[in-house]
């Protein structure tokens, strides 16, 4: 089998095996088997991403491990893999996460674990089958299927309010993409294939592209989310299970940003530039409004929520900044920075909200609260925790050296051009962000023992520390050394650019 | 070879009842299973034949234009068959614990499907009005089947009263368009309607009361108040029977008499049809959502996906008509799990028929709780269940005729469905249940539900070859 087919289909058949096999133990407790297999099966799928990486070419932009096979041949519909540099990043960082859940769960899930760590598998098969997939409705079959562990995920192990927050989250999403499924259908009868590729290359007029990119924006900003269709979003991520939270934040929520670049840009670059306004101006509401929204959060998770939708405010910001770029300098290198740094804050995004929503879990797990007020002078009880917290939310605000830096530093340096005020405005994240998330430190971790119940926690474990080391490496390898990550990606940003300053009327 | 050769299978099938009515007179009640068994025999012999029958490149018609073998009705009744014998081997624990486990559930049910098949190969207007009542009589005895049961009689008398009133209409509307064309047969019918100026009110006239004729036996809003109250009063194991089969029937009568007979008129019913589609869409996700009683809620369900199906034909290209045959059978079988589901979990003096009885279902039993999840969110259109893919080729043939606010429509409308079928997910997930045994049911039952929900696994992972069969035999 080949690469890109064990990467989906192996987390996929060990999660459908856990079911199957159900909650066992050998020899006692210690041997529960069901994690040890997830485990097995998430590291062997994340051993598979690095040979993927090592062998992914970074010369060019066409799409690397190609598969295609007819599916269902009476209407053209292929299984139709590949990867670029679109694509890669976000498939390795599915892959590095999912055992990381894996170990942050191992004893805290009690209920029904086997469960617990199959819809994880699954869900992770299916997120790499989204990444890859170069058939329309392959992606979209993939796109959808991800919904179903998502919702089992969130509403059985979920918090007090799992229900509500978990149908919220499954209709939000499904209202959203049913549409693009529309689009698609017709994109198909004009391209007479279900290729994305052919899509690329289709000619449109204005108002066929115009539809169809309203039909995909519903979609994809439901999944962003992008201010004012992100109200979801805080709901699903508080009630979420801490594994839940983290694949909600550094997986899910890329979709959306990957469905621009790979959908939107490309398939209808007119209407991206007729509407290029419009998304800057939600791009810059979710950076600066949500930011305020954010430093109000009595909940930490919540707080971490708005902050990944002002995040993502940069990543749609950078993608669609192009064209005032192109009004202000005639040049292109503004637009692949602009391209280029959206796609970086979401890998990095993907880190440190991941990082984030693990540590909520570590106090969590220990004090049963999530609420900002339960907490104050952990740094006295929980010195190692302490460290990696503060790290982490160093990264979140941006600070140089960290991998949140490089994105939202490349897009405000592409605002810049094009307009000293989208710049300005956008930088404004760098003071809100410190805001609420410095503040948020400050009143958790700093500051004398607040109660009895911080003064009785004890330090991160062997298992929790390891995680967020791990997550930590790279949250400052790529701050550091960015270079591997905007290689990857750079043939295939600048193929993008080049196919989208080419009017396709 | 006698001539009618070709309805071998309807000519054993009638002769397999009569066998099994007059075994089953010199029956004990202990020996029932006697009857089940000949029952199924009988199924599976008639199927054999079916199957067996060749065909010849162009239509075989019988019986001086009355009956029509043809691949899209080789390929019906082979579902239809497989469909009812799916039925009775459900049924047989839920009528053995109710005390009404009797020769005539089999023989009523067979009959019903000699009605369907009939009305699947029928080729002149009476044909068709024939296997239609001997479908619906056998179906109204079938719903007042369970004699000590007030609420299945009161079913069974509104089913009868507005079935007979139906069934009235469509044949005064067939005996109009008799009136003007003077033919009964479906392909003299239509050249006559075709050499005639289209628009003529008294084809007209016909038209409508056939189309309500058909969209009662569909159950598409405003013609759709039977079903719900027929759905819920009568035993499951008949809402099972009605909702499934018969269903096959009614699309093959659309097909036959909308299609093949009125297609020349199909300027004039394609808008009505769209009003009833979108109606029923509308009507059927929005009140289902109010049901507390899952049989009700399916019944609404059912008329949504009704609205689905018609939507097919209202597209009116041969991609429309091949994506309700898809959605059709898909829907059947779906339709089979779930009151199969129903039936798995009741027992003696417990229906399971409230929505609350599946509380905690996956801490009873996981494997049911992932079937009946597969069910709904095929019924949803959540791939890669076959629902997905049965909803998808609706959208293709409906975007391929340019009719893509239809489309939207329809989408928009299949998202507030998907709330109620997520509810029952819910409280099979998300909910802890007082009841913490595992429901008991035969191995026959068990195994069958589970390959049930499989199929909509496997078929929406593999549709080609379906959609290729319904392609081919759809031409």
Known sequence: MSLLSTLIWLPICGGVLMLLFGDRTVGGSMWRIDRWIALAVSAATFVIGLLLYSRFDTTTSSMQFVERLPWVSAYKIEYFLGVDGFSAPLILLTAFLTPLVVIAAWDTVKDRPAQYFASFLILEGLLIGVFCSVDALLFYVFWEAMLVPMFIIIGVWGGERRVYATIKFFLYTFLGSVLMLVALIYLYFQADSYSILDFHQLPLSLTEQTLIFLAFLIAFAVKVPMWPVHTWLPDAHVEAPTGGSVILAAVLLKMGGYGFVRFSLPVAPDASQLLAGLMITLSLIAVVYIGFVALVQNDMKKLIAYSSVAHMGFVTLGFFIAWGVIDQTDSVVGISMGITGGMVQMVSHGLISAALFLCVGVLYDRLHSRQISDYGGVINTMPVFAAFMVLFALANVGLPGTSGFVGEFLVILASFKASFWYAFIAATTLILGAAYTLWMVKRTIFGPVANEGVAALYDVNFRETLVLAAIAVFVLGLGLWPAPLIDLMSPTVDNLVAHITQSKL | ?475
């Open chain 2, 1 to 475: 070879m006698p001539e009618f050769a070709p309805a071998f299978a309807e000519i054993f099938l009638a002769v397999g009842i009569c066998v099994v009515l007059i075994t089953d007179l010199f029956l004990p009640q202990a020996r029932r299973d006697i009857t089940y068994i000949l029952a199924l025999l009988c199924l599976v012999g008639t199927a054999w034949i079916s199957s067996g029958i060749e065909l010849d490149a162009s239509p075989t018609i019988l019986f001086s234009g009355s009956f029509i073998a043809d691949p899209l009705s080789q390929f019906l009744k082979i579902f239809a068959i497989a469909i009812v014998s799916v039925g009775f081997v459900y049924s047989r624990d839920y009528l053995r614990e109710r005390g009404i486990y009797r020769g005539e559930y089999y023989v009523l049910g067979l009959f019903a499907l000699l009605g369907i098949m009939v009305m699947i190969s029928a080729f002149s207007l009476l044909t068709m009005y024939l296997g239609l009542e001997m479908l619906s009589l056998a179906l109204y005895a079938m719903v007042a089947f369970d004699r000590e049961s007030p609420i299945a009689a009161e079913a069974a008398m509104k089913y009868f009263v507005l079935g007979a009133i139906a069934s009235g209409i469509l044949l005064y509307g067939m005996s109009i368009l008799y009136g003007v064309t003077g033919s009964l047969r479906l392909d003299q019918l239509a050249t006559k309607l075709m050499a005639s100026d289209p628009g003529q009110w008294s084809v007209l006239l016909g038209l409508v009361f056939i189309l309500v004729g058909v969209a009662f036996k569909f159950g598409a809003v405003p013609f759709h108040m039977w079903l719900p109250d027929v759905y819920q009063g009568a035993p499951t194991s008949v809402t099972l029977f009605i909702g499934t089969a018969p269903k096959i029937a009614a699309f093959a009568m659309a097909i036959r008499l909308l299609v093949e007979g009125l297609g020349s008129e199909a300027a004039t019913w394609q808008p009505i049809l769209t009003v009833l589609a979108v109606l029923s869409l509308a009507v059927g996700n929005i009140l289902a959502i109010a049901q507390t009683n899952i049989k009700r809620m399916l019944a609404y369900s059912t008329i949504a996906h009704v609205g689905f199906i018609l939507l097919g034909l209202v597209a009116g290209n041969q991609a429309g008509r091949e994506a309700a045959l898809f959605y059709t059978l898909i829907y059947v079988i779906m339709a089979a799990g779930a009151f199969g589901m129903v039936i798995l979990m009741s027992r003696t003096g417990f229906e399971a028929d409230r929505l609350d009885d599946y509380k905690g279902l996956n801490a009873r039993s996981p494997w049911f709780a992932g079937i009946m999840l597969f069910l709904m969110f095929s019924l949803t259109g959540v791939p890669p269940f076959a629902g997905f893919f049965a909803k998808w080729s609706i959208l293709a043939a409906l975007v391929d005729a340019g009719k893509i606010w239809l489309a939207a429509v329809a989408v928009l409308f299949s998202v507030i469905g998907a709330f109620y079928y997520l509810r029952i997910v819910r409280l099979m997930y998300f909910d802890q249940g007082l009841d913490r045994t595992a429901p008991e049911a035969g191995l026959d039952l068990r195994i069958l539900l589970s390959l049930n929900g499989l199929v909509l696994l496997a078929l929406g992972l593999f549709p080609d070859w379906l959609l290729r069969m319904c392609a081919a035999v759809m031409t």
